[in-house]
């Protein structure tokens, strides 16, 4: 099981969008994927939940980490037909809120990896959606990652915040978790016909070169439309949307290599 984290210590660049979009490339693959929302918005939890967890959700895990626990806070999402190996999806709630301390105890940054212990055997991949920030949950989830792909969008604040992201990284390797690596950073949301966006996104390469992803994203309401309809983008019609699908294709075989080469 690899467990990656999708970060930004930036709000706003469509950092749920991106999660939604690797995992969809995992389900085409026939992945056994765990989807994780760890962001108290639940955004990601609204775009896949297929029935309610009973009121067990990522909360209840990181208060009680024990197995059956966890197995009532995981749901199948609305993509599993009967036909597919299905994306699960760890519940997010609002009332996650309160584990967001801004300095978590060990005993706290272990939960997740305590809860992950005992369902490991379930699943090829587990992708965890954090919040846009730096405090206790984001590094409870990187403290239970192999690795951690950051999101970011051709722009002045998205720049600095993929510093941020990666001096917090090596931090957290120090701390807490040696084997935590950086996968790479995603760019999102770029508009080729935008001066800004070009000369934004030459500075991010000369700035975190290897570190950025191929391909591009270009910024798109194709994304927005399928996953408003709760449907996969690998499974919404259209050239555009094939297109697309095969980006996330080459990005997923990237993440997953450099999470790869953690374990190894």
Known sequence: MQVICVSSLKGGVGKTTVTLGLASAAFAKGLRTLVIDMDPQSDVSSALASR???????????????????????????????????????????????????TPTKQDLWKLEEALATIESQYDLVLIDCPPSFNGLTQTAWTAADSVVIIAEPGLFSVTAVHRTLLALHAMRLK????????????????????????????????????????????????QQST?????????????????????????????????????
């Open 176 to 223: 807490m978790s040696p084997r935590l690596r950086t996968a790479g950073v995603i760019i999102n949301r770029f508009r080729p016909d935008s001066a800004e966006h070009t000369f934004r996104l030459a500075e991010m390469k000369q700035l975190f070169g290897d570190h950025i992803l191929e391909p591009i994203l270009d910024e798109t309401l194709i994304l």
């Open 52 to 102: 309610s967890s009973h009121g067990y959700s990522i909360d209840s895990v990181l208060t009680n980490s024990s197995g059956s626990v966890v197995r009532q806070a995981v749901v199948p999402s609305s993509w599993s037909g009967p036909d597919d190996v299905p994306v699960h999806i760890l519940m997010g709630s609002p009332l996650v809120s309160s584990h967001d301390k801004p």
């Open 228 to 264: 408003g309809a709760a449907v996969p983008i690998h499974r919404w019609p259209g050239e555009q949307a094939q297109t697309i699908s095969h980006y996330f294709d080459r990005l997923l075989v990237k993440v997953l290599v450099g999470a790869e080469n953690v374990r190894g």
